[in-house]
C-alpha cells in the first residue's frame, strides 16, 4: 500500500470548498454576457473568459485532485 492510503482527510469550510467554482461560475455568466453585448472587443473578452475553466482543469488533472 502507499503511505498516501492512511493519510487522514483534511477538513475545509465551505467557503473553501465552493470559492473557485463560485468565481468559474461568474467568470462563466460575465463570458455568456459579453458574448451577447456585442462584436470585436466583447468577443475577444468573452472567449478569454470563457476559456479561464479549461487551465485550471488540466492544472488540477496534473495534480491529482480528480
Known sequence: MTSGAFRKPVRQ???QIFTIPAILAVLGGAG???????D?????LS???L???IPIFIISLL???L
Open 47 to 49: 472567449w478569454i473568459t
Open 13 to 15: 469550510t465551505a467557503a
Open 63 to 65: 495534480r491529482g485532485r
Open 51 to 53: 476559456s479561464v475553466p
Open 32 to 38: 455568456l454576457v459579453f458574448a451577447l453585448v456585442g
Open 40 to 44: 470585436g472587443f466583447w468577443d475577444g
